[in-house]
């Protein structure tokens, strides 16, 4: 395998820097009620709550609050639908030990859960929201910018790229430009290649296994593979069988330079994970010690 060159070691979140030398799993948590593979299931404040606790138990480093479906053909909701749902969730995690990202297009909701002790923007618009990367710029709140064509009602209609992984890395280096431009700090910004978000089977396992195209940029990557369909497309299965696709996807990236890990599963991937750690770490120690043979 190609040698891997520097990785982005730390992501800024307001006040704190996460560390990034080791892989972060965030555990993800979806208050809707028709998310592709768990809609219903947490849309009770107590039940999400003790869920994103359950999570952190189990290895979630971050968790990752999302009230608004962007499964392929999702209609948006209004705002305040989409606060109502969140708010109560927030109120209940005031002691959560680990940061909180808000998955949302909408200012409004972002600079309430921010309020409400969110420390970062999951943006699957890729700064495209007017506002949202000055949201980010004025608080210091850490910014995940996705790649996504066009909008979750249109985004599966063409996912034909002449190079998917340039175009893609072309996209998210100019929006990662633009948040510096308005104010951002470029510690404060992730970037994430958008699994399913307009792509083609294909253009998805090009995206993994050209990552460390991506990983050049020196921002940190957040890879989101859990259950995904092109999952499903490939070992024929349901959204509740496709457990062994997500590790698989989570340990390739993670060997392309992925960091943060935007899963559902958190036991397993954090167990597989940390064995594929474990043999990276092999891996560098072993070139360090060639390059000290050969001085
Ligand atoms: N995928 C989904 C939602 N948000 N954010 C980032 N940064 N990366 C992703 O790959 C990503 C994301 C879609 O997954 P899920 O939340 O499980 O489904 P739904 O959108 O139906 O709620």
């Not at 799993?25 to 009770?44: Q, W």
Request: glycine fraction near 10%.
């Amino acid at each position: 395998m190609a040698r891997l060159g520097p990785v982005a070691a730390r992501w800024r979140l307001v006040d704190r820097n996460l560390s990034l030398d080791r892989p972060v799993i965030a555990g993800i948590l979806n208050v809707t009620p028709d998310s592709f593979s768990d809609g219903g299931a947490f849309l009770d404040p107590e039940v999400a709550a003790e869920h994103a606790f359950a999570m952190v138990e189990d290895g979630a480093g971050i968790i990752d609050i999302g009230a608004e479906s962007t499964r392929p053909g999702a209609e948006g909701i209004p705002a305040d639908v989409e606060w109502q749902r969140l708010g109560p969730v927030f109120d209940a995690l005031t002691d959560l030990p680990v940061p909180i990202s808000v998955d949302t297009t909408r200012v409004e909701v972002a600079e309430r859960a921010l309020d409400a002790g969110a420390v970062a923007i999951n943006d699957v618009s890729g700064g495209r929201t007017p506002g949202l990367v000055e949201l980010a710029a004025r608080t210091g709140a850490g910014l995940v910018l996705m790649h996504m064509r066009g909008n979750p009602r249109t985004m599966q209609e063409d996912t034909r790229y002449h190079d998917v992984v340039a175009d893609v890395r072309d996209v998210l280096s100019t929006a990662r430009d633009l948040a510096v431009a308005v104010g951002c700090e470029s510690e404060q910004v992730a970037l994430d290649p958008g699994l399913g978000f307009g792509k083609s089977v294909e253009g998805n396992l090009e995206l993994i296994a050209r990552l460390d195209e991506l990983v050049s940029l020196g921002a940190p990557v957040w890879i989101g593979p859990s259950r995904k369909s092109f999952l499903g497309s490939l070992l024929d299965s349901p959204a509740d069988e496709r457990l062994e696709g997500t590790i698989a996807a989570c340990v390739t990236a993670l060997a392309g330079g992925a960091r943060v890990f935007r899963v559902h599963d958190v036991a397993p991937v954090a167990r597989a994970l940390g064995v594929a750690w474990a043999v990276e770490a092999a891996r560098r120690n072993e070139s360090e010690s060639g390059r000290a043979e050969s001085t």
